[in-house]
């Protein structure tokens, strides 16, 4: 079995930053890509940023300049730095990955979730 385990959602005024953590533990041969989604009230799950296995990002438009996403390949972990953060950020954000758990074998997982919510 594998999991996904997401920290560091929180309250946050306009203007200001949160990071997210997502940590992978399990029976993991090795992770392909990694990245964050995040779903708003009533709006569907939209992709936020990914990280492939060795290099280059990719960010939604909204959220380009704002967010960066990096990962720690040693400790199978992603980090998702949001800055200048706006109300329309607030959402359920959560980890996605492509974990391979033999050489052959390959899940997409996903973790419980976190919370962002952006006001004054």
């Known amino acids: 079995q594998v999991q996904l385990v997401e920290s560091g959602g929180g309250l946050v005024q306009p203007g200001g930053s949160l990071r997210l953590s997502c940590a992978a533990s399990?029976?993991?041969?090795?992770?392909?890509?990694m990245g964050w989604y995040r779903q708003a009230p009533g709006k569907e799950r939209e992709l936020v940023a990914t990280?492939?296995?060795?290099?280059?990002?990719n960010y939604a438009d909204s959220v380009k300049g704002r967010f960066t996403i990096s990962r720690d390949f040693g400790k199978n972990m992603v980090y998702l730095q949001m800055n200048s953060l706006k109300p329309e950020d607030t959402a359920v954000y959560y980890c996605?990955?492509?974990?391979?758990?033999?050489?052959?074998?390959?899940?997409?997982?996903w973790g419980q979730g976190t919370l962002v919510t952006v006001s004054s």
């Open positions: 399990g029976s993991i041969f090795s992770i392909n890509t």
């Open positions: 996605n990955a492509e974990i391979a758990t033999t050489r052959y074998k390959y899940l997409e997982v």
């Open positions: 990280s492939p296995s060795r290099s280059g990002s």
